[in-house]
């Protein structure tokens, strides 16, 4: 029997980079994608600012959000939080004791 | 800190249908959806033919899905399937042993 594909495979052991990988594009309405993140954050002082909105789900490890003007949010296996077009936000924090598996999906 | 929403919380223990919870309506563009299932398939010779597309993850437990005409396809945690508008299929099984958790995302 064939097995899909699984997105928590092909992660190498060391990621010097945030690792962004296409899962579904299908445009214009909506693409998928894997984030790993393993202690990286946002560079100090940036914010994304997006013409998209963007979902986000962890899947492994932990990470926190920030949107400007607003308190962190704590993001643990399961958490998702949904990012609307033009609203300023920066990944404050992600582990430094494993890899974190994010699902993002742009629409 | 606040916590965000978790798609691992609120699943009742006992789930006599499979339970359908939407987590983003983004809509036209994009419809985000938790499924939980615990040994339910369609029914016997029951295809779903559905007018958008949709792509499935598992995030925990197991579930075998058939297109129309082909082998099932084994899914385990991180799979994830695409299934085009129009593209007959039907889930074959899930594991009977422990709740199965799916998001899908209609598009």
Chains 1, 2 share one sequence.
Do not use: C, K
């Amino acid at each position: 029997m064939p097995d899909a594909p699984n997105l928590f495979v092909d992660i190498p052991t060391s990621i010097p980079a945030e690792l962004f990988t296409t899962l579904l594009d299908g445009l214009p309405a909506v693409r998928i994608e894997r984030i790993v993140s393993h202690g990286h954050a946002s560079p100090e002082g940036f914010w994304y600012d997006q013409g998209t909105s963007e979902w986000v789900l962890v899947l492994r490890g932990a990470a926190r959000l920030r949107f400007e003007g607003e308190e962190p949010i704590e993001l643990a296996p399961g958490s998702y939080v949904n990012i609307p077009a033009r609203r300023r936000h920066r990944v404050e924090w992600t582990t430094p004791d494993e890899q974190t598996v994010w699902l993002a999906i742009h629409y």
